[in-house]
């Protein structure tokens, strides 16, 4: 070879040589600077999701507070009001409370195991309200207690589920989130949505707060009680919130009494939803928050948004 095509060869060599470790560099740093975003990425995730428990820590104090000034719950205090972004060191945080007691609490359709007839009427009259199939309060019955007895012929128990593909067994327990009920027989998506907003999944037990509950639930209450009667109702009281059970029944039409069982003026549960935003990292989580006299309310369970 000549020394001329020998010169050009080992200048294409070196040129090669040169933009292979030019490729494998840039390789290097590229993985490396992949490697340090992950680690601030999860440094981030990390102290977002410390940012969350903090919230819920307020709210628990709000709550505490709330319930040391006073012993009525209505929706003019200030743990019903949604808490506006805040930024605090790079973190977009916002937040809100959603009291439940307001709801109708689907486990107290069974008590100790069997069908509780009041409280099944009650979300039988919410159904009707909802313009949603009266049997499914059957199926929610059925789906919680601990027999195997169908409430009503046609109702479902275990052996129509098992006969579902994939087959599964009901519950025979009380709920722990609303969102179980998609489980339940002629419980579809936009069922569930429907009710949503007028349901919770709480220890049984509790009684419904008529300062905070939606006109739907509380015609369900009462019966008899027209939704235009209740709207009415809320509507009145959203004004001047009631200060006790006996101020809210004077209130109802002549002739109509809520059962003194089933309400009450004050709230022992609350759901906190709280999200954070930094960056690319955006997280959100939400918390049942149980509050018992004037101690600091306790978390009952934790699931992310």
């Known amino acids: 070879m000549q020394p001329s095509r020998q010169r050009g060869a080992a200048v294409i060599v070196a040129m090669l040589v040169v933009a292979l470790a030019t490729i494998a560099a840039a390789g290097f740093m590229f993985r490396s600077q992949l490697e340090w975003r992950k680690f601030e990425n999860a440094a981030d995730l990390d102290q977002a999701r410390w940012i969350l428990r903090a919230a819920e820590q307020w709210a628990a104090t709000v709550l505490m507070d709330d319930a040391r000034n006073s012993s009525v719950d209505h929706r003019g205090e200030a743990w019903a009001q949604e808490l506006p972004p805040v930024e605090s060191e790079g973190y977009v945080i916002s937040g809100r409370l959603e009291e439940q007691d307001g709801r109708f609490n689907l486990n107290n359709l069974v008590v100790n195991g069997q069908v509780d007839e009041v409280q099944l009427a009650v979300f039988q009259r919410l159904l009707k309200v909802l313009r949603l199939p009266a049997e ?51 419980v579809d998506r936009d069922i569930l949505g429907q009710l949503r907003p007028f349901v919770a999944a709480l220890p049984q037990g509790n009684r419904v707060n008529v300062n905070t509950a939606s006109a739907e639930v509380l015609a369900a209450l009462v019966e008899s009680l027209t939704l235009d009667e209740a709207q009415a109702l809320a509507a009145q009281r959203d004004r001047t919130w009631f200060r006790d059970t006996a101020e809210f029944q004077r209130a109802l039409p002549h002739g109509l009494s809520a059962n003194a069982g089933l309400t009450t003026v004050s709230s022992e549960y609350f759901v906190v939803r709280a999200s954070a935003r930094h960056g690319r990292i955006s997280v959100g989580s939400r918390a049942l928050l149980h509050r018992l006299g004037t101690q600091l309310p306790t978390i009952l369970w934790r699931a992310s948004l």
Request: hydrophobic share 40%.
């Open 136 to 186: 499914l309060a059957w199926y929610v019955a059925d789906w919680l207690d601990s027999d195997q007895e169908p409430v009503q012929p046609g109702s479902a128990e275990s052996a129509y589920y098992l006969g579902l593909t994939p087959p599964y067994t009901a519950a025979d327990r009380p709920l722990v989130s609303v969102d179980e009920l998609i489980r339940v027989k002629g």
